[in-house]
């Protein structure tokens, strides 16, 4: 898998085990038992320019979400962040999706999002925000997707 270094990667797969974490071991890796504050120490005095983030974001909410890319802006640092919870990869500029270790779908998240069956054949729904904005969108309410829903709410109120 060629992971560029001016994006990042959310790695989506429903069989996310140490085997399968091998594949990213040439990046520094941050686990999902760490505290909002640990983990922002952690990013502060990372000197890699690319860190995987093993659904690190689970236990944090929206904001402490945003706090935390905005400090990898800062730092200017990307990262890939592996997880089988769809939401989350809203936060990616790309998406890469697995299945029994095979790569079904690799691409920006805005066309990767538009493969729905495959995604749901996948055990994958759509974000929520995701599939709201689609099924505003054939009723000709809005007219394109929309990966933030406050961006979609403000819409919808104009």
């Given amino acids: ?15 996310i085990n140490h085997e399968f974490l091998k594949k990213f071991f040439e990046y520094p ?3 999902d038992k760490l505290s909002f504050n640990d ?3 952690k990013i502060e005095f990372n000197t890699s320019k690319m860190i995987v983030l093993n659904d690190t974001f689970y236990r944090l ?4 979400i945003l706090i935390i890319i905005d400090l990898f802006k800062k730092q200017q640092m990307k990262f890939i962040y592996i997880t089988s919870d769809i939401e989350k990869s809203l936060i990616c500029d790309k998406i890469v999706v697995f299945n029994n270790d095979e790569i079904v779908l690799n691409g920006l998240k805005e066309d990767v999002l538009k493969e729905e069956k495959v995604l749901k054949r996948l055990g994958f729904g759509l974000p929520f925000v995701v599939d709201l904005s689609l099924q505003l969108n054939y009723y000709d309410v809005l007219n394109k997707i929309y990966f933030d829903m406050s961006s979609l709410i403000g819409d919808l109120w104009n």
Avoid at 1 to 15: D, G, R, T, V
């Fill in 61 to 64: 909410n929206y904001n402490e």
């Fill in 39 to 41: 983990l922002k120490q």
């Fill in 1 to 15: 898998m060629n992971i560029e270094s001016n994006f990042n990667y959310c790695i989506l797969s429903n069989n």
């Fill in 29 to 31: 890796m941050i686990d």
